[in-house]
């Protein structure tokens, strides 16, 4: 299995001021936390997803990867607003596992995702072979439906499924109306089926409501783009381990063909992100 989505940090709260205070994720989670949680969850490899929007967190990831032969790629942070986002973009495109970008554009206005100091940086994106990772709400699929279309020869993959209004017992009829609207794009390369527990309300999360999202993700956008991610160590909030989310996936995966459940759980992570 390939994650295809976690992230690490040497925490503080000054750097992370969105991670909750005494949380399990106000610690450091560093490489040797990483190799400890994949080994025991069987994780032959994954995708570091940057957690703050400064370019020196991108060029730090990638000397976590030059450590690793764990880490696969690199999914960084630039100023894709920036005039001069294009000499970010020279110099970091030329690490091999440097291969993809994320703004986290969950925290933006609506405005912000058709911005055209934003799309000129995203335009350069495709002549690096590099791939776009859309982090947004549910709520915000309407408006990314414009950016996707906007920029059609932009690899996009979609985070954490669009983090659905999630609720146990039922799947937000919003949510599957623009995801299946969302899947007619040609250049949605993958989407991530991770970061789904906690999106949930406290209390206990319905095993056959995650199911549920699994399955109607996987009817949408098919078994050659729905890809597996951990969404680790966010997702500590409300599970107990990398593990343990990673045996979920697996249980999920059980009913399918083996050629369904490897292109899941390998083959479509390596291919979205070019690897």
């Not at 969105?18 to 399990?24: D, E, G, V």
């Not at 789904?196 to 956008?221: K, M, N, Q, W």
Request: hydrophobic share 40%; charged share 25%; aromatic share 10%.
């Amino acid at each position: 299995m390939l994650d295809s989505h976690h992230h690490l940090w040497s925490y503080s709260a000054k750097e992370y001021p969105w991670i909750p205070a005494h949380s399990p994720l106000a610690q450091d989670q560093l490489l040797p936390h990483l190799h400890t949680a994949v080994t025991e969850a069987g994780i032959d490899g994954t995708v570091v997803v940057q957690a703050r929007q400064i370019i020196r967190e991108s060029d730090w990831l990638l000397s976590l990867a030059d450590e690793s032969t764990v880490i696969k790629a690199v999914v960084g942070w630039v100023p894709l607003i920036d005039k001069d986002v294009r000499k970010d973009l020279d110099r970091l495109a030329a690490h091999p596992k440097f291969r993809a970008v994320r703004h986290v554009l969950q925290e933006e206005p609506d405005d912000y995702f058709l911005f055209d100091d934003f799309h000129r940086g995203l335009a350069l994106l495709p002549g690096f072979d590099l791939r776009y990772d859309l982090l947004l709400f549910q709520r915000q699929l309407p408006v990314a439906m414009k950016l996707v279309d906007r920029q059609p020869k932009l690899g996009i993959i979609i985070d954490h499924i669009a983090k659905p209004e999630a609720k146990n017992g039922r799947i937000d009829s919003s949510w599957k109306r623009d995801m299946q609207e969302l899947a007619k794009r040609d250049n949605i390369l993958g989407v991530k089926f991770s970061g789904l527990v906690t999106e949930f309300p406290e209390g206990d999360i319905d095993p056959h409501t995650i199911r549920a999202y699994f399955e109607e993700s996987l009817r949408i956008f098919g078994p050659d783009k729905l890809m597996f991610g951990t969404d680790w160590p966010v997702c500590l909030l409300r599970i107990d381990s990398y593990q343990a989310w990673a045996d979920t996936v697996r249980d999920l995966l059980a009913p399918l063909t083996p050629d369904e459940q490897t292109s899941i759980a390998t083959t479509n992570c390596r291919k979205a992100y070019g690897f």
